[in-house]
């Protein structure tokens, strides 16, 4: 069971005193933590953290962190899938804290995971340059193994469903190759969601100001339309 705070993660530090580690173009930051429910039926996970909460978590409170100037679209990619319909931004803001039961957030890679961008000389958090660490054979996917390994193989015994913020074809295969491999095997439901081991795995648009298909998807148009409407499908029966 993980609980609501910082976390004490050594996974991928044993022997390292740093608090950041690079690895090929990829470069990683020691700041895991879990918001809210530490027995939630619903797990909420983004991809890693931005560069915005991996600052807020240096220097902000803890409970505003996760999804740092996003929430309101996180709150609008569930209402999208038919998810806390009536719920208000303040009600859902409270889901972050300590005292919330069903919902649960982070991000399937806990610290704060950033890739070179080449063009501009820097690590970003943008999905271009993160996203590859997912891929078998890559120089960062042993943080995203180790995380899976750490926190997505043996969940809490009431969480049946992990919401994956990020449904870009590439992001799916990748990760549902990872769960294969470190969890168990994976039946499909669909094209955005499978089942591994009594849990639904469910992909949803990432709520990004930089995801150029997050509109279409909350509209149901085009491509993105109609992965919300797999979405909806897979939660339907949940």
Same mark, same amino acid.
């Given at each position: $069971?993980?609980?609501?705070?910082? $976390? &004490? ?9 740093? @608090? $950041?580690?690079?690895?090929?173009p990829f470069r990683l930051i020691r700041d895991p933590g879990h918001w809210g429910a530490s027995d939630p039926h619903t797990l909420v996970l983004g991809i890693s953290k931005g560069n915005t909460q991996s600052t807020a978590f240096s220097s902000g409170p803890f409970e505003r962190v996760a999804f740092k100037g996003m929430r309101h679209r996180v709150l609008e990619v569930l209402q999208a899938v038919g998810l806390l319909p009536n719920e208000t931004a303040q009600e859902f ?20 995971? /950033? !890739? $070179? ?6 690590? /970003?958090?943008?999905?271009? +340059?993160? =996203? ?7 120089? *960062?996917?042993?943080?995203?193994? +180790? ?11 009431? @969480?049946? =469903?992990?919401?994956?913020? *990020? +449904? @870009? ?17 994976? @039946?499909?439901? &669909? ?12 992909? =949803?648009?990432?709520?990004?100001? !930089? +995801?150029?298909?997050? *509109?279409?998807?909350?509209? *149901?148009?085009?491509?993105? !339309? ?13």
């Open positions: $069971m993980v609980f609501h705070g910082r $976390m &004490n993660c050594s996974r991928c530090w044993s022997g390292i005193s740093a @608090t $950041m580690q690079d690895c090929g803001e409270r889901r972050f804290e300590p005292s919330e039961r069903d919902f649960a957030f982070a991000s399937v890679v806990r610290c704060s995971l /950033t !890739g $070179m961008d080449r063009k501009k000389g820097i690590h /970003t958090a943008d999905s271009p +340059n993160v =996203l590859p660490a997912f891929r078998y054979g890559s120089p *960062g996917r042993h943080f995203v193994d +180790n995380c899976v390994d750490e926190h997505l193989v043996a969940l809490p015994s009431r @969480t049946r =469903l992990v919401l994956l913020l *990020g +449904n @870009t074809d590439a992001y799916i295969e990748s990760l549902a190759g990872v769960i294969a491999q470190r969890r168990g095997p994976v @039946t499909r439901i &669909n094209p955005v969601s499978y089942l591994s081991d009594g849990v639904r795995f469910v992909h =949803l648009a990432h709520p990004s100001r !930089g +995801n150029g298909h997050y *509109g279409a998807f909350i509209r *149901g148009e085009g491509s993105a !339309g109609l992965k919300r409407d797999l979405a909806r499908q897979a939660l339907a029966s949940v």
